[in-house]
């Protein structure tokens, strides 16, 4: 809950209590009956909470329904649970006095207040709709002005991509009579810069795609060490057919190499892709290179996260754990 959502909700309490607080103090006939009123809106409140802070973040938007009833009724349990210990036991020992009978039959007791609870979990359920379209409104436009930022970026920056691959294929037919492996760098390179320049708009690409690009990557990183390069990459599941936001993978590998150790044969870099179903893991578990002299992020972890929660939101989850000597990053993603 934000700052902004918590002051609505203390200014709707207080107004609310100070309707019913005052039009019962103009009834001169209300005596104890006040407390009975007390206790009711407190029990309403804390359906209301269980509902607004639980129930319905961790169920209704995540199309979870034998959940979301589970909790619902869950909800419905704390208001009448809560009220009976209050007005029927509480109230009797200090006050003497019961809000039922004493003689009335529990069957009747949890179907008199299911009536009474409903309207707390209805409120809870059309207050928490109203701020989460206000969230999901703000959030898609800063998408659009973070997308126009990156337009404009683009532009600024951008090479012309044709300009790009002709000096590309120039240099190939320089460097394929000296040295077969120089060449296919060079082929290499062009594969990766034209997935990053035509192939990675901000929408989704062939996961098979990425998986190339970190196939590519990791080709021309080797060719820096020669023989002491030590890395795994390996494939779980299918990944024909299946889309992803493009070089939304890539990232977490360039750290791991530019802030790793890659010639460690007992202890290599790792990276495993596995696909299950719509799901999607991928972990890289890198050793930690205390050696380092570039502390730069490149594009930062913070700008990562908020790229999965743009396109990804309630559907990844990100973890990273950091050790004395290891470092890894743990992605699950719904396609």
């Known amino acids: 809950m934000t700052k902004k959502e918590r002051n609505y909700h203390i200014i709707g309490w207080a107004l609310y209590w100070a309707y019913v607080i005052i039009g019962e103090y103009m009834d001169p006939s209300v005596g104890h009956n006040l407390k009975f009123i007390y206790s009711f809106i407190f029990v309403k409140m804390i359906e209301f909470y269980v509902c607004y802070?639980?129930?319905f973040p961790k169920f209704l938007n995540k199309g979870k329904i034998p959940q979301l009833i589970g909790g619902i009724a869950v909800a419905t349990a704390s208001f009448i649970a809560s009220r009976y210990l209050i007005e029927q036991v509480l109230y009797n020992i200090?006050?003497?006095?019961?809000?039922?009978?004493?003689?009335?039959?529990?069957?009747?007791?949890?179907?008199?207040n299911l009536y009474y609870g409903s309207s707390a979990i209805i409120l809870s359920a059309a207050i928490y709709l109203g701020f989460d379209s206000l969230k999901k409104s703000e959030e898609n436009r800063s998408l659009r002005e973070e997308k126009v930022q990156a337009e404009l970026a683009f532009l600024k920056t951008q090479i012309n991509p044709h300009f790009l691959y002709n000096t590309l294929n120039?240099?190939?037919?320089?460097?394929?009579?000296?040295?077969?492996?120089?060449?296919?760098?060079?082929?290499?390179l062009s594969?990766?810069?034209?997935?990053?320049?035509?192939?990675?708009?901000?929408?989704?690409?062939?996961?098979?795609?990425?998986?190339?690009?970190?196939?590519?990557?990791?080709?021309?990183?080797?060719?820096?060490?020669?023989?002491?390069?030590?890395?795994?990459?390996?494939?779980?599941?299918?990944i024909a057919g299946k889309r992803i936001a493009s070089l939304i993978?890539?990232?977490?590998?360039?750290?791991?190499?530019?802030?790793?150790?890659?010639?460690?044969?007992?202890?290599?870099?790792?990276?495993?892709?596995?696909?299950?179903?719509?799901?999607?893991?991928?972990?890289?578990?890198?050793?930690?290179?205390?050696?380092?002299?570039?502390?730069?992020?490149?594009i930062g972890l913070p700008n990562i996260r908020r790229r999965l929660e743009l396109i990804y939101p309630n559907r990844h989850e990100l973890k990273i754990s950091s050790a004395e000597e290891t470092y890894s990053v743990t992605l699950c993603i719904d396609l």
């Open 170 to 188: 120039y240099i190939y037919s320089l460097a394929y009579p000296v040295s077969e492996e120089l060449a296919g760098a060079v082929v290499k």
């Open 94 to 112: 200090l006050f003497h006095i019961q809000n039922y009978d004493a003689g009335v039959k529990l069957s009747y007791y949890i179907t008199d």
């Open 249 to 298: 993978l890539v990232p977490f590998v360039e750290n791991a190499f530019k802030h790793g150790v890659v010639n460690d044969p007992a202890q290599p870099i790792e990276i495993n892709l596995k696909v299950t179903g719509n799901q999607l893991l991928f972990i890289v578990n890198n050793e930690i290179n205390k050696q380092e002299k570039d502390h730069s992020t490149g």
């Open 53 to 55: 802070l639980w129930v």
């Open 191 to 238: 594969q990766l810069m034209r997935y990053m320049l035509t192939e990675s708009a901000d929408g989704a690409v062939d996961l098979q795609k990425e998986v190339e690009y970190i196939h590519n990557y990791i080709s021309i990183f080797k060719m820096r060490f020669e023989d002491h390069f030590f890395v795994d990459f390996d494939i779980d599941g299918g």
